[in-house]
Each structure stands twice: as structure tokens, then as C-alpha cells.
């Protein structure tokens, strides 16, 4: 049995399949499970190890709840914060993630309280925090 981290954010993106192969490149994320849906249309389920912990995500289905992919330029409510252990790899996931169309929020920086810190926006509309020790 694999164990999961005890806190695993939930992502739902559309498309969920662009998302996987962004994460993928961006992350080097590997995937621990996968789901589609009946329709063959849409990903009911994946989970994907990033950075050593586990981030799930599925397409919308607004038949099944009240969940929403975020709208274009709308403020998040959360973002997921990964921790590195250089700034080296900060800058290098910053780098890549906006080179595949993430938008910089705040490039990597050297900050105030001893971390190396970068924010982006990916192109489904979740915030991702990059930290790393200096």
C-alpha cells in the first residue's frame, strides 16, 4: 500500500489531461493513479507524485457537485507550496513553468525571511509557491 501524504491538495482543472502533461514538465511529476471517466472524455481521477508529496486533480463534472476549474485572471483562494532543497531548483521550476505558459507573479527572489521564493499562476489557473533555504 502506498501512503499518501496526510494533507493532499485536490486540484479540479479542465482540461485535466493538459494539466497532467504541464505538471509533468513543469514538476517532473509521476503518476500514482489514473481514472477516466465513463465518457472517455474527461479524467474522473489522478493523483501525481510532485516534489515527494501527492497532488490529485480531475476534470469538472458539474453533474456530480459544485466544484469549478478557476476562472482566467480570477484571485485564488489557495495555492500549494512546495518546498525545495536549493535555489537552484526554485529558479529552474520557475523557468520551465513559464517558458510553458505560466504567468510569473513574482519572480524568484531572495526574500527578507531566508527563502529563495517564487510565485507563479499555471494555465489552468492554480497559484503554485516555490521556496527553497538560501
Same mark, same amino acid.
Request: glycine share 8%; charged share 15%; with cysteine.
Given at each position: 500500500?502506498?501512503?499518501? #501524504?496526510?494533507?493532499?491538495?485536490? +486540484?479540479?482543472?479542465?482540461?485535466?489531461?493538459?494539466?497532467?502533461? /504541464?505538471?509533468?514538465?513543469?514538476?517532473?511529476? =509521476? =503518476?500514482?493513479?489514473?481514472?477516466?471517466?465513463?465518457?472517455?472524455?474527461?479524467?474522473?481521477?489522478?493523483? +501525481?507524485?510532485?516534489?515527494?508529496?501527492?497532488?490529485?486533480?480531475?476534470?469538472?463534472?458539474?453533474?456530480?457537485?459544485?466544484?469549478?476549474?478557476? +476562472? !482566467?485572471?480570477?484571485?485564488?483562494?489557495?495555492?500549494?507550496?512546495?518546498?525545495?532543497?536549493?535555489?537552484?531548483?526554485?529558479?529552474?521550476?520557475?523557468?520551465?513553468?513559464?517558458? +510553458?505558459?505560466?504567468?510569473?507573479?513574482?519572480? !524568484?527572489?531572495?526574500?527578507?525571511?531566508?527563502?529563495? /521564493?517564487?510565485?507563479?499562476?499555471? !494555465?489552468?489557473?492554480?497559484?503554485?509557491?516555490?521556496?527553497? #533555504?538560501?
Amino acid at each position: 500500500m502506498t501512503v499518501r #501524504p496526510r494533507v493532499s491538495p485536490y +486540484l479540479t482543472v479542465t482540461p485535466a489531461a493538459a494539466a497532467i502533461a /504541464f505538471y509533468t514538465n513543469v514538476f517532473g511529476a =509521476q =503518476q500514482r493513479a489514473f481514472m477516466p471517466s465513463i465518457d472517455g472524455l474527461r479524467i474522473m481521477h489522478c493523483e +501525481l507524485n510532485i516534489n515527494g508529496g501527492s497532488v490529485m486533480l480531475a476534470d469538472v463534472f458539474p453533474e456530480f457537485g459544485h466544484t469549478r476549474p478557476p +476562472l !482566467p485572471g480570477e484571485p485564488v483562494t489557495m495555492s500549494v507550496s512546495l518546498e525545495y532543497d536549493t535555489p537552484k531548483e526554485v529558479d529552474d521550476v520557475f523557468a520551465r513553468a513559464t517558458s +510553458l505558459g505560466a504567468k510569473g507573479e513574482n519572480v !524568484p527572489t531572495n526574500s527578507f525571511w531566508g527563502t529563495r /521564493f517564487a510565485v507563479f499562476r499555471d !494555465p489552468f489557473g492554480h497559484r503554485w509557491m516555490l521556496n527553497a #533555504p538560501v
